[in-house]
């Protein structure tokens, strides 16, 4: 009786949601989208096989592709000083490739990849008409919220980005309004962002979210004030009823949204790339529903199958994630009920392995000391989903296991950059949008692999 009743409930706030696309404002270019499942993304194609699925904007009518290009994972290259810079031509193949095949929500920040992202950006959109695209970037005043500083890196946005506008402005990252009002309000930039929006300098106005659900009923408590045109969430099938630290739960993030009519932009479909590399079990459980769709094809489809959600962002480094995620929105296929049970029976599976919860959006990095916290997180991920994390020196597998983890750490991480070298400062910390422990995880993986190294587990 309970399961039936949990299903039910789970079906009222997502399942119907698979049944009310057709008159919420989605638009796709082919004509018989089909039903089946065996029709999204696919990792073996070349991208789309009909025409890319959009949304209407409800406020001003842009029609916005469901897939957007999260611009904070372009590739890197190294420049002849030997430092990271994003690889400009192989960016602009990238945009090139969306583009053609329908994107046309690009989403940035003054802090992405370094302080690079928005500039290179701009150069490569700079190369098709203004009206084509749509730019979304973010005041980032974390560390210095001044009026003149915040005033000077929205200026700079516009410059680097090379528009005289900006489509989708977001204040960056807020948890709640104690933030809000040190950020926005005591310096008096809401009434300036205000008055910019009025001019047309920003036409859509909303906020970026990380944090519980009372941090989120602060700030929707202001929209009658300000009017938020858009919020961005981070929405996906284990943290629509999973979420764990302070996150809160996204389907009443969704819900509470869907009660003000504000539409949704969808960051982290994929947990930073988690559901893409889940455990072999539950790799085998989702191809074995659906052979012919990706891993990751899952998470795009839930997000993309919420009425609700605008667009669906994602950090597309390689061209086979580019043309994957083409293929699952071109067009979308949305969940059926029986598939939306299916993924929260998975996320519940999901959640019982013990991984960290980064999603490698890399704001706790540079490390003062050196320190790659992003790769020492993600490998040690890596490993529990693969089975590669012994408990004790009597597993069966341990010898398997400690060569397999001691090796693929040290190719992973270079030893100047492991995890012994952490002081635990907690520099780090605040800045973590997942409010992981950093320094508290850092010490776990050094002391474990310091004792599979002496065989003391």
Known sequence: MKKNIDRREFLKTAGTTALAMGGLGMVTGCKDSGSSASQAGNGDNDGATGEMTYRTHRGNGDKVSILGYGCMRWPMIKDESGRDVIDQETLDRLIDYAIEHGVNYFDTAPVYLQ?????????????????????????????????????????????????????????????????????????????????????????????????????????????????WDFVQIQLNYVDWRHASGRNAQAE????????????SVIMEPLLGGRLSKVPQYVADRLKERNP????????????????????????????????????????????????????????????????????????????????????ILLHYNKCVNAGEVAESINDEGYRKARRAYLVSYDRAVPKLRQASRCIGCNQCMSHCPQSINIPRELQKIDRYVENLKQNKL
């Not at 000077?152 to 104690?178: C, F, P, V, W």
């Not at 990706?294 to 086979?320: D, H, I, K, N």
């Not at 995620?325 to 939306?340: A, F, H, I, Q, R």
Request: hydrophobic content about 35%.
């Open 292 to 375: 012919a769709g990706s891993v990751a094809s899952w998470a795009f489809r839930f997000a993309g199958s919420q009425p609700g959600v605008l667009c669906v962002l994602s950090g597309m480094t390689y061209m086979e994630h580019l043309q994957d995620n083409v293929g699952t929105y071109s067009p979308l296929v949305p969940l059926t009920e029986d598939e939306l049970v299916f993924l929260d029976e998975t996320a519940g599976i999901i959640k019982e392995y013990p991984t960290i919860p980064c999603n490698d959006c890399k704001y706790c990095m540079p490390c003062p000391y050196g320190i790659d916290i992003p790769a």
């Open 252 to 263: 009443y993030l969704q819900q509470e949204l869907d009660k003000r009519g504000i539409q």
């Open 115 to 227: 302080g690079q992202s928005e500039a290179a950006t701009g150069k490569s959109l700079k190369r098709y008409p203004r009206e084509s695209y749509f730019i979304a970037t973010k005041l980032s005043n974390f560390s210095n919220a001044s009026r003149e500083n915040s005033i000077e890196m929205y200026r700079m946005s516009l410059k680097n980005l090379q528009t005289d506008y900006i489509d989708y402005y977001l204040l960056h990252s807020l948890a709640g309004y104690d933030g809000f009002k040190q950020r926005f309000e005591d310096n008096n930039m809401m009434e300036f962002l205000m008055e910019e929006r009025k001019a047309g300098r920003i036409r859509n106005l909303g906020f970026s979210f990380h944090g519980t659900a009372e941090g989120f009923d602060e700030m929707m408590a202001l929209h009658e004030k300000y009017h």
